[in-house]
């Protein structure tokens, strides 16, 4: 036994580095599938070797497991925001200030400002015990679990000589490849695309799954090293020693010794940036000092001894080549700008949202014109001007808006007071059936295990039409297809069969009813309860509901005004999909808090967020995320948010706890 437990270390000491060597050094020693065997091998110890579990092996990185509610955290030193300039001038105003203050000779670190969502780890005893957002700079939300899934980040301290205790700062980061990945994957489910890699992020981090936050591939660099016992007396070498215990500390910081070398800085970066495989927008100085810094002291707001300066937008010139045009699955047409590929932020864009016919008018675009494309913080390119002076008499035509569908000709049609124009073939039109059938398989509607290349060769195969033909699918006539084996023929039967348990507002939601997400299927899942009473349900009743408006109920009469999607509905509750709220749900649900707007702050010990939640919308109260004069009640647990609680004195609302909470509900 006492040689497989040395098994077990080594085999974890050897990951962990592989980790360090890959992740942050970027000089992996081994190949993927050498790395892959070994973390195999430990997998099937750890298994059968529970007595030798460790919460910080390097298998546990998968986060398999679902997290709780985030539990808000005392930051033990406050997390400030630096204070933004924008010149040259507002940077020497800050040097020449850092000078008469200290009057002595110092040094500032010139950093690249990385554009992620900030993150403070702490560590005891080498290894890392807690993980915390920014949040208010007061307290954050402990995101653990999820920070372990980022595979730069040590869970286990490599070398010696760190404090027994220290806190290290950071930013976690999506970098470009990844985001541009994670974008396409939404785009191809007609899903909102992340504007920036720092949202994508900050959601991330925020996800109650850790796969989910293990799948994204995160990356994060840190900048700033705190504690009682720190190595040095200089930030820039206590980064610098923070690197050797395995932290991925960037390697361009540089102390700088007078203005002209800060400014040498900032022009280089402003140059380089875009070739970075993350997103950065700015550049950040710091007194390299920490008695100096101590003595600098802080603000309100943020120190005294640390400064952001903050790059312009970035923008590019290129050639508009052509302008072609997308069908979603909802019928709405997207224009597209096909420009002469050009380096923009890092990415070699190829491609802009031109959004709609209002903006192509506004541009006065012609094909072949020099156009201005941006990102700046939106990493969604866009064309934000037409160099005009530049173009010449062999100019293009002028850029209009289709008439026609470009994939089945049909005329479009633009609603009133809506900026796209729709094709209304929505039973004849390919991109729009095929569309429907990709959201009705989602994980968020039924959870069926394919994804939009099956569903193009089901389409292409004439075996799928609409999203009621994926249940007269037979394993035969899958085997029938190239890719096919038996194996994944009998899954995707088995998910079918797992998709009949999916809740009624799920199926809902998957029919694809324009303007109908997943909040408003909930509200009309639990105002009708049954997809016959909604079917029925005429606009008076419809608009009656709770945040449900008049182009939402207009959008759910029109669906149900259609005879094929009404038989569709017909068809899958044939199948056996549920077209009513369960009987177990129903017996819960009352009229309790009809009327109540209630905010949820803090963290519970009887019930879990969501479950309270589910309980206030089943007893026929509205949940809100934020407090205003028409809140009720605040629901209050452990560590409510202090911006939440002074709101809630100030507008005079009623803050309650669990046990009152329940007592309503007796």
Not at 482 to 497: G, K, T, V
Request: proline share 4%; charged share 30%; hydrophobic share 35%.
């Amino acid at each position: 036994m006492e040689d497989i437990e040395k098994k077990i270390k080594a085999l974890r000491d050897e990951l962990n580095r592989y980790n360090y060597e890959y992740y942050v050094l970027s000089a992996p020693t081994i190949s993927d599938f050498e790395f892959d065997r070994k973390m195999r091998e430990l997998q099937e110890l750890e298994a059968e070797y529970l007595e030798y579990a460790d919460p910080d092996s390097p298998t546990r990185r998968v986060g398999s497991d679902l997290s709780k509610e985030f539990e808000q955290v005392a930051h033990k030193y406050p997390m400030l925001s630096l204070g933004n300039t924008y010149s040259e001038e507002e940077v020497r105003d800050f040097y020449e200030r850092t000078a008469r203050s200290l009057n002595e000779p110092f040094e500032i670190v010139s950093e690249l400002k990385y554009d992620g969502t900030s993150i403070s780890l702490t560590y005891e005893g080498g290894r890392l015990v807690r993980a915390v957002t920014r949040g208010d700079g007061v307290r954050g939300d402990d995101v653990t679990a999820n920070i372990k899934t980022i595979r730069s980040i040590p869970l286990k301290l490599l070398g010696e000589g760190y404090p027994d205790e220290f806190e290290i700062r950071g930013e976690v980061l999506l970098p470009w490849s990844e985001f541009d990945r994670l974008n396409k994957e939404r785009e191809e489910q007609e899903e909102p695309l992340f504007a920036n890699p720092r949202n994508a992020a900050s959601g991330t981090l925020k996800q109650q799954n850790p796969a989910v936050v293990a799948s994204r591939k995160l990356d994060a660099y840190f900048y700033y090293l705190l504690g009682e016992n720190l190595p040095a007396d200089e930030h820039y070498e206590n980064l610098r020693i923070a690197r050797t215990w395995g932290f991925k500390v960037p390697d361009v910081m540089r102390v700088c010794h007078s203005l002209r070398e800060i400014f040498e800085y900032i022009a280089y970066w402003d140059r380089e940036r875009k070739n970075l495989p993350v997103a950065t927008d700015g550049i950040v100085l710091k007194v390299n000092s920490l008695r100096q810094q101590r003595n600098l002291g802080y603000t309100a707001k943020s120190p005294r001894w640390a400064i952001a300066y903050k790059f312009q937008a970035e923008r590019a010139e290129t050639r508009l080549d052509s302008v072609s045009y997308q069908v979603g699955r909802t019928g709405a047409v997207t224009p597209v700008a096909n420009l002469e590929p050009v380096l923009l932020a890092g990415t070699v864009v190829k491609r802009a949202s031109l959004h709609n016919a209002d903006i192509i008018e506004k541009l006065d675009l012609h094909i072949g014109d020099q156009v201005y494309v941006e990102k700046g913080g939106e990493i969604i390119p866009k064309i934000v001007g037409v160099n005009k002076e530049a173009r010449s008499s062999s100019i293009g035509e002028k850029v209009g808006f289709i008439s026609v569908c470009p994939e089945c000709e049909t005329p479009l049609v633009r609603m009133e007071g809506e900026a796209a124009y729709y094709c209304p073939n929505d039973s004849g039109c390919p991109p729009q059936i095929k569309g429907r059938v990709e959201h009705f398989v989602t994980r968020k509607a039924l959870n069926i295990n394919i994804g939009p290349e099956t569903v193009e060769d089901l389409y292409e195969a004439g075996l799928v039409k609409n999203p009621a033909d994926l249940y007269t699918l037979k394993v035969t006539d899958l085997l029938r297809l190239d890719r096919w084996a038996r194996r994944s023929a009998q899954n995707l039967m088995a998910s079918l069969e797992e998709s009949k348990q999916v809740p009624f507002e799920r199926v809902l939601y998957g029919l694809g009813i324009r303007f109908v997400g997943e909040t408003v299927a909930k509200r009309l899942a639990a105002a009708f309860q049954s997809m016959e009473r909604l079917e029925r349900a005429s606009f008076e009743e419809l608009v009656a509901v709770d945040e449900i408006g008049d182009r939402i109920a207009q959008s759910v009469r029109n669906y149900f005004a259609d005879e094929d999607n009404r038989a569709l509905v017909r068809r899958l509750g044939e199948y056996g999909l549920r077209m009513e709220i369960s009987d177990d749900i129903l017996a819960d649900a009352s009229e309790k808090l009809k009327g109540l707007t209630i905010v949820i702050s803090g963290t519970f010990t009887r019930h879990s967020r969501d479950e309270y939640k589910e309980m206030i919308s089943r007893n026929g109260g509205k949940n809100s995320g934020s407090v205003s004069k028409k809140t009720s009640y605040i629901l209050a647990g452990e560590n409510m948010g202090p911006t939440k609680l002074e709101k809630a004195e100030k507008l005079g609302v009623r803050v309650i706890n669990e046990e009152e909470f329940l007592k309503m509900l007796e």
